[in-house]
């Protein structure tokens, strides 16, 4: 099973209103990401945060983690037509060889509309 | 500045035939090499990640290969492909001991 999992998969909203996406994981993490993903492109790394941070800014988003949890949160305030993209949270598990690889979640697939 | 191309950005092929596709970084020297495939409507699948040259790890066992024979180029291939093998296929990479991930534009593959 997938190591994160996005909730809700799919969510609509106006232009203006903040999206709330959340992101739920099983095993002990170093740190989570958030990717962006316009349709039929390449994912865009948008931010990370590490285990012993609780919440982390950038420009219109906010993003939170509670380990005890197994959760975070990515929230996009006064979102925009343009924010229509799909969201993946992203966590790095040891590999067999003992390096690291990302995981990542099947998204939330975000529509702001005009 | 860092950059990172796949080709061909769109591709189709019967089932049968063999399957090439190519991931090139610029301006970054040593970096961890990654493939990974999307298929429709779902989140990412890693095929194989590389930390050197002729390093690959597998994750899924396949009719999929994957080589490194330089640095900065990292290619995905098979012999023979099959109808599952369709997808979006995503080349990324980072820096050797970092978590963040830059990804390339992205392969559409359709098998018919």
Redesign the interface.
Same mark, same amino acid.
């Given at each position: 099973s =997938?190591q994160g999992e996005e909730d809700p998969q799919a969510l609509s909203i106006q232009e203006g209103e903040n999206a709330t996406m959340n992101c739920s994981y099983k095993t002990s993490i170093?740190?989570l =990401?958030w990717y962006r993903q316009n349709s +039929?492109? *390449? &994912? #865009?790394?948008l931010i &990370?945060i590490r285990s012993n941070e609780r919440e982390k800014h950038s420009g219109r988003l906010r993003v939170t983690l509670d380990t005890s949890k197994k959760s975070s949160s990515l929230l996009i305030t006064a979102s925009r037509a343009a924010d229509t993209a799909s969201y %993946?949270c992203a966590t790095?598990i040891l590999?067999q +060889?003992g390096?690291? @690889? &990302? #995981? %990542? *979640? @099947? *998204?939330t697939k975000l529509t702001v509309n005009p | 500045s860092q950059t990172i191309h796949q080709w061909p950005a769109t591709l189709v092929q019967p089932v049968g035939s063999p399957l090439s596709l190519e991931c090139t970084v610029e301006g970054t020297s040593n970096p961890n090499l990654y493939w990974y495939r999307q298929a429709a409507g779902r989140g990412l699948q890693l095929l194989f990640y590389s930390v050197g040259i002729g390093q690959i790890s597998s994750e899924v066992p396949q009719n999929l290969s994957a080589s490194r024979p330089q640095d900065r180029q990292f290619i995905l291939s098979s012999k023979k492909l099959l109808l599952s093998d369709s997808g979006f296929y995503l080349c990324a990479w980072s820096v050797q001991n970092s978590y963040e991930q830059y990804f390339g534009p992205g392969t559409r593959l359709t098998v018919t």
């Open positions: =997938q170093n740190n =990401q +039929g492109r *390449g &994912l #865009v790394h &990370l %993946f790095a590999t +060889g390096s690291e @690889k &990302l #995981v %990542f *979640g @099947k *998204g | -």
